[in-house]
């Protein structure tokens, strides 16, 4: 049985409001505990004068999927990708996020017919825990019902999807765009019926929303917004959240206190609005409080992979005439996909707003509970970015110092500079774990040092109270980089420069609560979909991954 | 009667119906010819249930624990094993293969690299697009086997995407086009109807038309009157027609097209021709897919690639991989191995002899399920189970969709599975004290 | 007397009914020389060869030499020999700059009454090489 115990470390736990006080942490067969069962075989850390606080979560990653191969292919004609993202292959993302002491990652975007290679890659995944998000949002299957909302059945069939494909929620992304077969053609009106289906993209939105919440899945609806890194983009984004507004729902995992509050999760929030006006969208989330967004920080990496299924952005990349290839897929009537490479540039003007674009939202939207930290990895960022983003949330001087390295014309009409508020380390340590658990709906076990939480915790050699956060940028951005110990379920996975890839995370999934007397009529009527056009039968997307990988979540 | 994946080849069908007690198979139901003979293939009577040895020049029965002590001292003895085949094994199989190729510094790679993966390496020079069968089904009004035999090679292909009605093709094989172009009057040939079009195109023209259909793409009348490679010159403006002209356009690449040709890259100027075309086009697409006749030959890249980010030709060195450019024939061409490790296939059928006579020099460890010509020449044999039937896995079909194969019964005399030889090695090599 | 043109294009290919593959699990010694140790050429080559007058074809390329028993199939292009994948052809298969011929190549064809090789004694010149 194994033990540990954490003394006297200076602990943040925003889930339990401890903001800096010196306690024990106790970790007992991988569990915090308050008390050790007996007294024996105790290990000991001291961490006297250093900070604790829980392990990180990543809400937004792409990183176990067929497309992620995709860029490995690509990238293994270029030297600098294989030099900055060491050919991204699954161990070294793994220590990538260990390193900066990360412990759980959300893989953001699955078609169900592709979800078995991410599960085989999951299992290839060391240490982290993980869990897929599938897109659904181009399924032919609920045509009807995303048609006429049918919320019973719809959330029938995604229940069992999850089930079959052991998902853990759902991605919305441009419904239904890949049905324009032609690559050029492109939609001007969200609110418009498709080409060859009876509804529209924003329908998609909205029911999957409603089916989302039907079904009690731990985490809400995770929607991309068509158009992103375009102007296109600013009044689709309107257009979803009052659309989403206008349904007036409550989170169906609201009545618990450490469950998720949003309806709608909106993913790199950075991306939409390409004029750097991020006012309407602050002033929404600060009004609406049922909504959160993740941050999308943007790294200025010398390569950038792109995985993206939004054929807007993909046109103007092609039009743009960039350098480097495409490898498209059209995967099974879920949807197209586009791999790239691509270069950010800190004298780009549009790549230096989509930068700022994040610190507005952060610095604005008071709740910071309705904010996390992300970096769209690989798409914006290297992971090994963070310190760096930290500085600049806590510190308007490590802002101001790096806005000296942007285009002129960016930093002279930006109103960032001015900008003068620093986020807390509280703040950061929400936005980075906190608040990702609780948005996903795993705050009891994740991001949380309390009682039965898993014993998932970073030790930073750094004496938070004895800094200024906002002055002490090297040692902050130090003790961030070089955590001193990334622990999980109470085993030390790093220890300074040494990284243990041993053991095996877990799979998270859910497939809600939602429980449907018809249940055995819709799925039989579903199955005969399948049967008449898919490739396979839909019974088998079912994943035969071993039980010792599974961690179920309701 | 269950129903389950067939491994006969790289379409993965989920719609064979088996009767099975678990020990014996009874009846086999919707299986194509290629199919079928892989489910005969477990009581096949040349199939070799034990271990071999070569002792006086002979292949004899033995042990596992001294086939594999044979093994595992050949491997120790060798300081450049090469690793290769792995295209009829499963995922988690060449997983282990890769993770021995690092444990031993050995070179590895799949029959992916000599096939259907030159298509990819192409891909990073000129981008592509590929497609899914489920999309072919739903969407296609045009496809076009380009020097592929699909009714021998993958038999059950063409009832699937031409003879099919889909979501948004209702009406079936009515509204498809199929257009072959093929130097050999094929089997497949013999699919097609009155509005097809059948291109017998001269041996080894293919690349003269691709670049007269680039041509064209460009600036129109570019086509030379007495047409090309053998083409008429109104049957090009027809095949052009169709794929500009198409709402959904598949081409699906065959062997015929991925021989290598002296002073140009064929796979690159395809891949460009597609690219105008679909500039050009102002209905639809036209997107790619490619046919690896073994089971799993899209597997090993896409294990490769997630593990060390490279597609094929990985090569170790002190336990890490290293930038080569070198591939399995250039290996065996220039004599750099000193063992060879061939995993489900058969070499000494499929290089030409003057790559056979290099391989023979050297001890070669042959881990199959069937007799072959490598087998003749190898100084180990280890038999393993047939995946897909005695043993279940992870394969990615044709156009790279993962499907899980299932095991229906047990293997004969206990044979292991590809992964667990391949791990029973490994283990025996780090208990051993490693290479 | 018309000229014989004996500069052929080889391809080989795998065909259902001539599958190496297939033969060394079901068949024997004897099937597999029926099945892979042949060549098919157009049935106006078959006649301008006059092969009905000696039983076999040789088959010569830059890479060597083999002995198969010629047969006569009108789908196959006059000017070109058709032969299943497998050891035997492969005898004059090759590689150049590090990439596998085995399409597409010039061969010579004439006909002869050397006699075919069977698996040993190719497997034998393998070893001797």
């Known amino acids: 049985m194994s033990k540990l115990i954490v003394k006297n470390g200076i602990v943040f736990d925003p889930i339990n409001k401890i903001e800096g006080e010196i306690k024990d942490i106790l970790i007992e067969n991988g569990k915090i505990v308050e008390r050790f069962s007996n007294q024996s075989d105790i290990k000991e850390i001291n961490a006297k004068n250093k900070t604790v606080i829980p392990s990180a979560i990543d809400i937004h990653s792409h990183i176990a999927s067929q497309q992620t191969n995709w860029l490995r292919l690509l990238g293994s004609k270029h030297k600098s990708f294989q030099e900055y993202w060491n050919n991204l292959s699954l161990e070294y993302i793994a220590k990538a996020y260990i390193s900066n002491g990360y412990t759980f990652i959300l893989e953001a975007n699955v078609y169900p017919s592709l979800s078995k290679q991410t599960m085989f890659n999951f299992t290839q995944l060391p240490v982290l825990d993980k869990a897929m998000l599938l897109n659904v949002s181009n399924i032919w299957a609920l045509e009807l019902e995303y048609q006429r909302e049918m919320v019973n059945e719809a959330s029938t069939f995604l229940s069992d999807l999850l089930l079959k494909t052991k998902g853990f929620g759902f991605k919305v992304y441009n419904p239904f765009e890949a049905e324009n077969w032609n690559f050029q053609k492109l939609r001007n009106d969200l609110t418009n019926k498709g080409r060859l289906f009876n509804f529209s993209p924003i329908d998609v939105y909205e029911k999957m929303t409603k089916y989302n919440e039907a079904l009690g899945l731990p985490h809400s609806v995770h929607v991309h917004v068509e158009g992103y890194e375009q102007s296109y983009a600013e009044e689709n984004l309107k257009l979803i959240l009052h659309k989403i507004k206008s349904l007036n729902l409550i989170s169906s995992k609201s009545n618990l206190n450490i469950n998720r509050s949003q309806i709608f999760h909106l993913a790199h929030a950075s991306s939409y609005n390409i004029d750097g006006d991020n006012s309407g969208l602050i002033k929404f989330y600060n009004d609406n409080q049922e909504f959160d967004l993740d941050l999308g920080f943007m790294g200025f990496d010398p390569i950038n992979p792109l995985i993206t299924s939004d054929r807007r952005l993909i046109n103007s990349l092609i039009a743009a005439e960039s350098p480097f290839k495409v490898i498209t897929t059209a995967v099974e009537s879920e949807g197209d996909t586009f791999s790239t490479l691509r270069i950010f540039n800190k004298q780009n003007e549009t790549d230096c707003i989509l930068w700022a674009n994040s610190l507005d939202l952060a610095l604005n939207i008071k709740n910071m509970w309705q904010m996390q930290l992300s970096i769209n990895f690989p798409n914006y960022s290297h992971i090994n970015k963070i310190p760096e983003i930290a500085t600049l949330l806590l510190s308007s001087n490590a802002r101001k110092k790096f806005l000296e390295n942007l285009n002129k014309e960016f930093v002279r009409n930006n109103k960032l500079i001015n900008n003068n508020k620093e986020l807390t380390f509280y703040d950061f340590i929400i936005l980075t774990r906190s608040s990702p658990a609780k948005s996903l709906g795993i705050g009891t076990v994740k991001g949380n040092l309390g009682k039965n939480a898993d014993g998932d915790l970073n030790i930073l050699n750094i004496n938070i109270d004895e800094i200024d956060t906002s002055k002490d940028i090297e040692k902050i951005k130090n003790s961030l980089k070089s955590i001193e110990y990334v622990i999980k379920e109470g085993k030390i996975i790093k220890k300074d420069d040494s990284i243990d890839i041993t053991p095996n995370g877990k799979i998270f999934w859910s497939s809600g609560t939602f429980e449907y007397e018809d249940k055995k009529l819709i799925m039989n009527r579903k199955k005969d979909f399948y049967q008449k056009y898919y490739s396979i039968f839909y019974d088998s997307l079912n994943t035969s991954i071993g039980n010792e990988f599974l961690r179920e979540f309701n | ?435 | 007397m018309e000229v014989i043109k004996t500069d052929f294009i080889l391809n080989t290919v795998r065909r259902m009914e001539n599958d190496q593959s297939k033969e060394f699990s079901f068949g024997d010694k004897k099937s597999l020389v029926e099945k892979l140790a042949i060549a098919f050429i157009n049935p106006k080559d078959f006649d301008k060869l006059n092969l009905s007058s000696k039983p076999n074809l040789k088959i010569s390329s830059n890479f060597g030499i083999i002995i198969v028993k010629g047969i006569a199939d009108e789908d196959v292009p006059e000017g070109t020999v058709l032969m299943p994948i497998s050891i035997w052809s492969n005898q004059i298969t090759g590689v150049e700059n590090s990439e596998l011929r085995y399409k597409n190549m010039r061969v010579d064809v004439d006909i002869t009454e050397e006699k075919i090789n069977d698996l040993n004694s190719l497997i034998n010149k393998i070893k001797e090489a």
């Open chain 2, 1 to 435: 009667m269950k129903r389950s994946v067939c491994s006969g080849c790289s379409l993965l069908c989920d719609d064979i119906m088996v009767k099975s007690d678990g020990i014996y198979i009874d009846e086999v139901f919707g299986a194509c010819l290629k199919g079928k003979e892989k489910f005969d293939q477990v009581t096949s009577q040349n199939r070799i249930l034990s271990p071999l040895i070569r002792k006086d020049d002979t292949l004899q029965k033995a042990s596992w624990d001294e086939a594999l002590q044979r093994t595992v001292d050949l491997i120790k003895k060798s300081k450049k094993p090469l690793i290769y085949g792995l295209s009829n094994s499963s995922c988690e199989a060449q997983l282990k293969g890769i993770e021995l190729a690092k444990l031993i510094n050995g070179f590895i790679d799949s029959n992916a690299s000599i096939c259907q993966g030159k298509v990819l390496d192409n891909a990073v020079n000129s981008g592509i697009t590929l497609t899914t069968i489920t999309e072919i089904i739903n969407k296609a009004d045009l496809i076009l086997l380009w020097g592929s035999n699909a009714a021998e090679s993958i038999p059950r292909l063409l009832n699937k995407v031409l003879f099919s009605r889909g979501k948004f093709r209702m009406t079936g094989r009515e509204i498809k086009t199929l257009i072959i172009i093929d130097p050999v009057k094929t089997a497949s040939f013999n699919t097609m109807g009155v509005r097809d079009v059948a291109l017998r195109i001269t041996p080894g023209k293919d690349i003269e038309l691709i670049k007269v259909l680039k041509e064209e793409c460009c600036a129109a009348d570019s086509i030379p009157s007495e047409g090309v490679a053998g083409l008429d010159k109104d049957d090009m403006k027809r095949l052009l027609q169709h794929l500009s002209g198409a709402e959904y356009g598949v081409i699906f690449v065959g062997q015929g097209l991925l021989t290598p040709q002296k002073n140009s890259n064929l796979i690159n100027e395809l891949l460009e021709l597609v690219q105008m075309i679909n500039i050009k086009q102002e209905r639809g697409r036209i997107t790619l897919a490619m046919m690896g006749g073994h089971f799993n030959m899209n597997g090993f890249d896409h294990v490769a690639l997630s593990m060390y980010g490279k597609r094929g030709n990985l090569h170790f060195k002190d336990n890490q991989i290293l930038e080569t450019d070198e591939n399995i024939i250039s290996k065996i061409e220039n004599e750099d191995f000193d063992c060879s490790i061939f995993i489900g296939t058969d070499p000494i059928s499929h290089f030409p002899m003057s790559l056979s006579s290099k391989l023979a020099k050297k001890p070669i460890i042959l881990i199959d399920n069937r007799n072959s010509a490598t087998l003749q020449l190898a100084s180990i044999v280890l038999p393993t189970t047939i995946t897909g039937i005695e043993c279940s896995g992870l394969a990615y079909r044709l156009d790279h969709i993962p499907i899980e194969l299932k095991k229906i019964i047990n293997p004969p005399s206990k044979i292991p599975t590809d992964e667990e030889i391949l791990n029973q090695i490994i283990q025996k090599l780090k208990s051993d004290g490693g290479n």
